[in-house]
């Protein structure tokens, strides 16, 4: 099965927050993602969506059928990590962490049942 992979290294956002894009996209249908990063309101959607285009856009290089693509895995990973320092009182100093994002998105394409309908995954808690 192929499988097309986008990344985006260095995101200058906390991972704790791209992930909550990142778990209302994962094991969607391409296009169900797609409308789901339009409405959401979150800084970490632009990039996240241009992440999902780019990966579109791999999957049709290889080949695979744009419209029978599911989104299979998305990870978030941390990156590097900025150290600053703010001042306060009494000559003290305080670290300020500003975080990075490394984003992994893989696509892949939908099976088939043997009855010709799609395979669906159901998702059980």
Known sequence: MKE??????????SPRKVRLIADAIRGKKVVDAKNTINFLIKRASGPIGKL???????????????DNLLV??????GGDILYRR????????HPIRKRMSHVTLVLAEQEKAKNGKQKTKSKEK
Request: glycine residues 8%.
């Open 4 to 13: 097309a992979v986008a990344k985006l290294n260095n995101y200058r956002q």
């Open 52 to 66: 999902l285009n780019s990966a579109i856009a791999n999957a049709k290089d290889l080949g695979m059928d744009g």
């Open 86 to 93: 703010m001042p306060v009182a009494h000559g003290a100093a």
């Open 72 to 77: 299979k895995t998305v990870k978030v990973d």
